[in-house]
């Protein structure tokens, strides 16, 4: 079975600051990665995913994530934090297998940024 | 409409009541989806249709969890007798396809209280 472990329930920055969110996943086939935001009171939006093409993904809001195979990571970063990136990030792990695109969840790192 | 919509936004139920959850999906999408938000955690997957056929309910946590799809288009969740470890945002999401590269849009979701 898949998994992902994101470390760090809750991240803070300061504006202007590099964004860096962990996610490392578990699973016994190459996986498809997905980052999705979500912010209060909404649903999920996908910022990126990785589909076993390049390994740097760049999504929306200038948030990138690079897949690292020998560190089963697919970190989040983004250079400049800005305070509309306050919210709760959620990294996702789904197997190229049937069943349609059903995402395995990490428990999700809150990102605060401050003046 | 333009996204997923479900309803109702927020629902309280007594322990021991039935509720049913209703999601309206992007027209036309074939895939939906139901995962189960609990607090502080990320979503878990509960059940997917892929038009009205349910190919996966391996998520559901009990019998008392039912869901349908009849005309492969609106679905709804139902939850007989209602317990409290259900208390949770319920997420509905549909995509175009089947496939990893059709994205999932997610609805902002059902929050169930029950006391």
């Known amino acids: 079975a898949q998994s992902v472990t994101q470390l760090g329930s809750h991240v803070s920055v300061s504006e202007g600051a590099l964004v860096l969110l962990r996610c490392n996943y578990s699973s016994s086939v190459p996986p498809y990665l997905f980052w999705y935001v979500q912010y209060p009171n909404q649903g999920l939006q996908l910022l990126l995913k990785y589909t076993s093409a390049a390994t740097l993904v760049k999504g929306i809001n200038g948030f990138e994530a690079e897949f690292k195979k020998s560190e089963t990571s697919f970190h989040l970063t983004k250079p400049s934090a800005h305070m509309s990136d306050a919210a709760e990030y959620f990294c996702?792990?789904?197997?190229?297998?049937?069943?349609?695109?059903?995402?395995?969840f990490g428990t999700g790192t809150q990102l605060k940024v401050e003046l | 409409g333009a996204g997923v919509s479900q309803s109702p936004r927020y629902k309280v139920a007594k322990r021991g009541q039935d509720v049913a959850l209703r999601c309206d999906p992007i027209?036309?999408?074939?895939?939906l989806f139901w995962y189960q938000q609990a607090l502080g955690q990320g979503p878990e997957f509960l059940t997917y249709f892929q038009n009205e056929a349910q190919l996966d309910k391996s998520g559901l946590p009990s019998d008392r969890f039912f869901a349908e799809r009849p005309e492969g288009s609106v679905s709804t969740l139902k939850i007989q007798r209602t317990q409290q470890e259900d208390s949770a945002v319920y997420l509905c999401?549909?995509?175009?396809?089947?496939?990893?590269?059709?994205?999932?849009?997610f609805g902002n979701g059902t929050r169930l209280t029950v006391t």
């Open positions: 996702a792990v789904s197997l190229p297998t049937g069943g349609g695109n059903k995402l395995t």
């Open positions: 027209s036309g999408h074939v895939s």
């Open positions: 999401a549909s995509s175009a396809g089947q496939g990893y590269n059709s994205p999932l849009h």
